[in-house]
C-alpha cells in the first residue's frame, strides 16, 4: 500500500512539473531572418509573418505547425502574388523551424525548449490568450505597425 502510493505521488510529481509550465511573454521579429517588405514597402507581407509569430510561440501540435506554415505562404501569395518568393519562405521555416532545434523562432518558442509537438491544455490555451491580450495592451498595433 505505501509503495502504491509512493508511486502515485511520484507520478503526480512529474505530470504536475511537465504541465505546470508558464509559457513566456509573446514576441516577434516580423520576418525572422527575412525582409519584413520589399523598397518601397517594407512592411508588405509583415503582417503574414507576425501572425504566423503568434502560431509558432503558441506551439501546438505537428498538424497546426503546417497548417501555420501552410497559411504563411498563403498571406504572402495574397499580399504579393509572387508565389516564388512564398514558396522559399514556406520551405525555409519548413526546415529551419522544427522544435528540435533549440532557437528563438522553432515551434512552441514561448515554452522552454523540449517541448515538441503537444497539443496545448484548456489552461496552456488560456496562459496564451492572456499573454496575448498583454502584449496588445503595450504594443496595440503589433510589430508591424507603422510608426
Given at each position: ?26 514576441t516577434s521579429d516580423g520576418c525572422t531572418l527575412w525582409p519584413d517588405g ?110
Open positions: 500500500m505505501r509503495t502504491r502510493f509512493a508511486l502515485w505521488l511520484f507520478a503526480a510529481a512529474l505530470l504536475s512539473c511537465a504541465h505546470g509550465q508558464a509559457i513566456r511573454p509573446f520589399k523598397p518601397g514597402d517594407r512592411r508588405l507581407w509583415c503582417g503574414c509573418c507576425f501572425t504566423h509569430d503568434m502560431a509558432y510561440w503558441r506551439g501546438g501540435t505537428e498538424a497546426e505547425r503546417e497548417q501555420a506554415d501552410a497559411a504563411l505562404r498563403a498571406c504572402v501569395v495574397e499580399k504579393t502574388g509572387d508565389t516564388r518568393m512564398a514558396t522559399v519562405m514556406h520551405d525555409g521555416i519548413r526546415v529551419t523551424g522544427s522544435p528540435v532545434f533549440p532557437d528563438w523562432y522553432r515551434w512552441g518558442y514561448g515554452w522552454p525548449y523540449g517541448r515538441g509537438y503537444q497539443p496545448l491544455t484548456h489552461h496552456e490555451r488560456a496562459q496564451a490568450r492572456e499573454k496575448l491580450r498583454e502584449y496588445f495592451r503595450a504594443s496595440p498595433g503589433g510589430y508591424c505597425a507603422r510608426r
